[in-house]
């Protein structure tokens, strides 16, 4: 299949196609690639499962799909996964997979990141993938504190928290990822827990077919360096699940303010989801709108269109 | 140079014509006075009678205006600066008046706008003085409140009138340049225009008129450096790039975010350097080599992203339009400064490839060549130019597009098997596959930053690490090994050889000429392809007693400067040696002169 970048290549379409026809969608032998680095009993196991099954159950194809990651623990994702990616420097998932996303509709883009790869030194690059709406899925996998490096304190660190950095407890106060994502204009926004498999599975469902930035904030237990972590938001360890509630509106920009607010563990689910147009799309849209003056002409002609008013 | 413009006017008040074979007019005033625009009507006229032309410029580091200049140079032959001295100085105040008399000739002259500037006696003598209430003429010709707007354009009257500049085509252009706008904008223009024209200062006796220019045959196009490089890239068949604003880089942005909507394309406005370059190496790695761009600090904020790029092997081109560092540095004056973080910058051991190209229209080829060393070898290339190229406006014959522009939309046909390391690869050379095609033995590749096997999973493994190294290290050997050695201006065997590089071209070419004028025996080659370099350099210093590298940078620690010390690494010979400066112009012709002279008496 030979693609035409030159046409239109930013264009939004909405999730990626299911496989049709003759071809089979992958089998989880298939799809799986290295063998995970992680240590024994790391809640990124989970994730990594759930994406497999996501592939499976929406019949993904190897080379529709692309996941990009930056650096840490949770950023060794795409060696995992037996399809296209990428594993990029740390901190800048997000300007990368926006490249692929903005290039190249017919992908899906999933980026998979940690709380300090994704909060700290990728901040910015967060409030502005956000806020332009640039299509794809970011999953990060917080463990509220730096697994690669070996417990340093990271930006979601509960205050108090005794790490290598801050021996005598962390001092600095965390910040709270669903609510600066909808500050900062995430049109998707949810909440889940690598200890509930199924509420992930859907989570991530929900991430891909939404089409504009779909952030997913999901609780992923370092055993090695934070242990017990999320004990509070597990029933199995004695601590509670709470769904968003049935009656919430998903749209209500303030009332999903508000339900990240809560005090941890707070509420999973989808806190807040608007349809407003992407980036893609609007690029596209300027495209269109340049692209039907130069209908039938090759580029050569329109760079000449333009040269020869340069004489 | 045009002696004939130094001579006395003529007794008896009858006007003299008298034929020049190149002018250079350097206007001076403030930078809202639109004096860039004068000098661009003059040198695009000049590209339209396919006369030779170079324009200088500076800009001022601030917003609200400063004072600025634009010297243009046209001439009938070979043109190759904008000429280190200028023919004619027009001042429209004090400050440019006293300011830049010194960069006129001898018995040049200087035309001032007598309602702001006092002639100072003492210069009366040296430089021939004529004096035009410019504002005030200016207001009478289309009212007051356009009074600040139009006086360029009645400048441009003058100077049409003065050396007999074709008018008609001179409308044109002013037409062209202010169309779909307010009629009433170009009526205005065109009384201001006509007015300076009317008016014939009793005290300029003499008229010029330039000598046909020897016929090019093909028709010209006049831009800039930066206009160059964002066509050129255009043509090059790039469609995706992202950048972040910084002088003088901004304009390539800008220019390729307004026109890649065209083909399709997008350039993407991100929140920071290094957003930009990761989105231009995402976008690469989809299948389609992208570009990025900055300058001074902008470019040390992707070095780490261009370490991806070669541990990667992702393609990729990284303008950098040097300018004046370290950090915020001289953002609006010239330097090559930039060579040692384009060859270097970054941690590890970090191959990649450096061009400069040396004028207006190398911006454009060299574009397209950047794009295809990429392409090919799978490297990010940097492509350097500079401040003076980067505004400099030159003629030159107009590409064939058809043939120049290139399609280069990625192919997905379905793969058997792929390794993206494959390290028993020709030259170490490989390239990926894009990420929407089938791989059939269903092993998928990993573009990684991490030291890796031939499928782009991590290895820790000493062995990997140093194969790995000498693939990346190979295919810039096998790429050099491509690479033709620069033509030698002036005889092959001489007394000194000076090698340049980038945007210094012309001045170095002109102090051949003059020097070999006065009996001096120098040649010069000039540098494009600046890492790898061409084979068989040594061959050409073996003909010479000294090699000198005449760059704008600092002469370093240990004396020579950023190319020199490459030079000197890679040669090991005494003789290379540094001519350099830092005072952020560019290279006035004597002074390289002037510098040889010292250091082959030495
Ligand atoms: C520019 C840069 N600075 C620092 C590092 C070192 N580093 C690697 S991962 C990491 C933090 C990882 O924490 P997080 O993003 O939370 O991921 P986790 O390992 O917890 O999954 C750091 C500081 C790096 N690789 N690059
Ligand atoms: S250090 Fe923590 S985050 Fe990293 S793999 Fe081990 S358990 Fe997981
Ligand atoms: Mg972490």
């Not at chain 1, 296209?84 to 990141?113: C, E, K, N, T």
């Not at chain 2, 400063?66 to 046209?74: A, D, H, L, N």
């Not at chain 2, 904008?82 to 429209?92: N, Q, S, T």
């Not at chain 2, 035309?111 to 003085?129: A, F, I, T």
Request: glycine content about 10%; aromatic content about 8%.
């Amino acid at each position: 299949m030979s693609q035409t970048l030159t046409e239109n290549p930013v264009v939004t379409i909405n999730a990626p196609q299911p496989a049709t026809g003759e071809r089979p969608g992958l089998t989880r032998k298939e799809i799986v690639a290295d063998h995970p680095t992680w240590c024994p009993g790391c809640g990124d196991f989970s994730v990594l499962a759930l994406y497999f099954k996501l592939i499976e159950k929406r019949k993904l194809w190897h080379e529709k799909i692309t996941t990009i990651s930056g650096i840490g623990c949770s950023s060794r994702f795409p060696y995992f996964v037996q399809a296209h990616g990428a594993h990029f420097i740390h901190g800048r998932a997000l300007p990368f997979a926006s490249g692929v996303s903005l290039s190249r509709p017919d992908l899906h883009v999933f980026a998979f990141s940690g709380d300090g790869d994704a909060f700290s030194i990728g901040g910015n690059h967060f409030t502005h993938t956000a806020r332009k709406n640039i299509k794809m899925t970011l999953v990060v996998m917080d463990n509220q504190v730096y697994g690669l490096t070996k417990k340093q304190t990271s930006p979601t660190s509960p205050l108090g928290f005794k790490s290598k950095t801050d021996i005598w407890g962390a001092v600095d106060y965390p910040i709270n990822p669903a609510k600066q994502a909808i500050a900062v204009g995430a049109s998707f926004v949810a909440r889940t827990s690598a200890s509930n498999p199924n509420h992930v599975l859907a989570t991530m469902e929900a991430a891909m077919d939404h089409d504009g930035f779909s952030f997913v904030h999901c609780l992923s237990e370092c055993v090695e360096f934070y242990e017990g972590a999320f004990d509070s938001a597990n029933p199995r360890k004695g601590g509670v699940f709470n769904e968003v509630p049935k009656n919430h509106d998903v749209t209500d920009e303030m009332a999903a303010y508000k339900l990240a607010s809560a005090d941890f563990p707070g509420n999973f689910g989808v806190l807040y989801k608007v349809n407003k147009p992407t980036k893609n799309a609007k690029e596209a849209e300027i495209n269109a709108s340049f692209q039907s003056k130069f209908t039938g002409l090759k580029d050569w002609q329109i760079l000449q269109k333009t040269f020869d008013k340069m004489k | 140079m045009s002696d004939t413009l130094t001579g006395a006017p003529t007794a008896g008040g009858a006007k003299k014509v008298s034929r020049i074979n190149e002018v250079v007019i350097r206007i001076a005033g403030n930078s809202q006075d639109g004096i860039q625009a004068i000098g661009g009507f003059l040198a695009r006229l000049a590209g339209r009678s396919e006369q030779e032309v170079m324009t200088f410029m500076t800009i001022p580091s601030t917003i609200s205006g400063g004072p600025s200049i634009f010297q243009v140079r046209i001439g009938s032959g070979e043109v190759l600066t904008a000429g280190d001295d200028a023919d004619v100085l027009l001042a429209f105040y004090q400050h440019s008046y006293e300011g830049h008399i010194n960069s006129l000739k001898k018995k040049g002259i200087v035309l001032y706008d007598s309602d702001h500037v006092v002639p100072k006696p003492e210069w009366e003598g040296d430089y021939r003085h004529v004096g035009i209430p410019i504002s005030s003429l200016t207001v009478e010709a289309i009212g007051g409140t356009a009074k600040d707007k139009g006086k360029n354009i009645y400048s441009l009257g003058l100077i049409a009138k003065m050396f007999d500049l074709n008018v008609p085509k001179l409308e044109k252009l002013l037409g062209e340049r202010f169309t779909g706008k307010d009629p009433s904008i170009l009526n205005n223009a065109l009384a201001a225009f006509h007015a300076g024209y009317a008016n014939s200062p009793s005290n300029l006796l003499e008229t010029f008129q330039l000598a046909d220019s020897q016929k090019h045959g093909v028709q010209q196009v006049v831009m800039n450096g930066n206009e160059a490089i964002g066509y050129g890239l255009i043509a090059a068949g790039v469609r995706f790039g992202a950048g972040y604003p910084i002088t003088p880089w901004t304009d390539i942005m800008e220019l390729l975010r307004r026109e890649l909507p065209k083909y399709g394309g997008s350039f993407i406005q991100c929140e920071d350097e290094i957003a930009s370059v990761s989105m231009a190496l995402g976008a690469s790695f989809a299948g389609r080599v992208s570009v990025t761009g900055s300058s001074g600090p902008g470019i040390a904020l992707k070095t780490e992203a261009i370490g991806w790029a070669v541990m990667a092997e992702m393609p990729l081109v990284v303008i950098n339009v040097q300018r004046g560092g370290p950090s915020t540095g001289m953002p609006t004056n010239i330097e090559q400064s930039d060579l040692n973080i384009a060859i270097n910058g970054g941690h590890g051991d970090a191959p990649r490839v450096v061009l400069a190209p040396a004028n207006v229209e190398d911006c454009f080829y060299m574009a397209i060549e950047a794009v295809n060393i990429a392409r090919k070898y799978s490297t990010p290339v940097f492509f350097l130019t500079d401040q003076g190229i980067a505004t400099r406006i030159e003629a030159f014959g107009q590409p064939d597009l058809e043939k120049v522009c290139q399609d280069i939309t990625p192919d997905f046909t379905p793969v058997a098997t792929h390794k993206p390391y494959d390290l028993a690869a020709k030259d170490g050379v490989t390239q990926h596959v894009k990420p929407g095609t089938r791989i059939l033995d269903g092993k998928y590749p990993i573009a990684t930053g991490l030291e890796h096997d031939e499928y782009g999973h991590p290895s820790g493994s000493p062995k990997v690490h140093m194969l790995q190294n000498a693939k990346r290290r190979k295919k810039l050997q096998a790429l050099g090994a491509t690479l033709p050695l620069p033509k030698i201006y002036g005889p092959s065997e001489g007394n000194v050889l000076l090698v340049g590089w980038g945007s210094t071209e012309g001045p170095i070419k002109e102090a051949v000429d003059r020097s070999r004028a006065a009996g001096d025996s120098v040649s010069a080659i000039h540098l494009r392809h600046v890492n790898p370099l061409p084979n068989g350099l040594e061959n050409i210093f073996s003909g010479f007693n000294h090699v000198f590298v005449v760059e704008m940078n600092d002469e370093g620690l240990y004396g020579y400067g950023q190319l020199g010390a490459v030079l000197r690494a890679r040669y090991c010979d005494p003789k290379i040696q540094g001519i350099n400066k830092t005072d952020g112009l560019t290279w006035k012709v004597k002074e390289i002169i002037e510098l040889v002279k010292n250091k082959a008496r030495k």
